[in-house]
């Protein structure tokens, strides 16, 4: 069935540093690829999304990459603060219109 | 809009008992879905409506499990027997026509003593 997998689980950065989130999919049919931020006590949240026809997104300091050969994609944060500590989940979806989340990526920035 | 509504935000009881979860979805939205996110599996989906027919309830554990969608402002999810190993967050989200945001509500905090 459908796969998503995503590294980190953790990941600690310096305030002011990026960090990265990768994610991988099965399923070659998916066309869409949201990635979610979840706080403490709440729904996770749509931050940035990408479909398939297109390579890379950008939005102020957030960033999404898709590579549909390889069936990887990235978020990329940049020029991180203390409320960008959250859990990131990135997700895959098809015709099937179904998402199949990933695992998760604590991220900590560090002040 | 006020979003999706899950009720009750948290619900603690014990095995054996048969516990409702409750979610209203944004008005005019298409599809319809319940997740349970745990420590050790994450966002899984259980089930998902499209104009209020399940489509898919291949992630739905055990028969305890069911779900309804009377109309297209309400669902539900039902665990009789509830037991320990059930005690998750189980959140609700919705979305409308085409692979689009899929907006979430806050959750349920289920836990089965």
């Known amino acids: 069935g459908e796969n998503v997998e995503q590294h980190p689980s953790t990941l600690s950065v310096q305030e002011g540093d990026s960090a990265v989130i990768k994610c991988t999919y099965s399923?070659?049919?998916?066309?869409?690829f949201p990635w979610y931020k979840q706080e403490l006590g709440k729904g996770p949240q749509l931050i940035i999304d990408?479909?398939?026809?297109?390579g890379e997104k950008k939005d102020q300091r957030i960033a999404v990459t898709l590579n549909k050969t390889a069936k990887h994609f990235s978020l990329h944060i940049t020029e991180t603060q203390p409320e960008d500590s959250a859990v990131y989940f990135c997700a895959a979806t098809s015709g099937t219109y179904k998402y199949i989340f990933g695992t998760g990526t604590r991220l900590k920035v560090l002040a | 809009d006020a979003g999706v509504i899950q009720s009750p935000r948290h619900e603690v009881t014990e095995m054996g008992q048969e516990v409702t979860l409750r979610c209203k979805p944004i008005s005019g939205h298409d599809y319809l879905f319940w997740y349970r996110q745990t420590m050790m599996r994450g966002l899984e989906l259980l089930i998902y409506?499209?104009?209020?027919?399940?489509?898919?309830d291949s992630g739905m554990p055990e028969d305890r499990f069911s779900a309804k969608m009377p109309n297209a402002s309400f669902s539900t999810l039902k665990i009789q027997p509830s037991e320990p190993r059930d005690s998750a967050v189980y959140f609700c989200a919705s979305r409308s026509q085409g692979p689009t945001e899929a907006f979430f509500g806050q959750g349920t905090r289920l836990t089965v003593v």
């Open positions: 399923d070659s049919a998916s066309n869409y």
């Open positions: 409506f499209n104009n209020n027919v399940p489509i898919d």
């Open positions: 990408i479909r398939s026809n297109v």
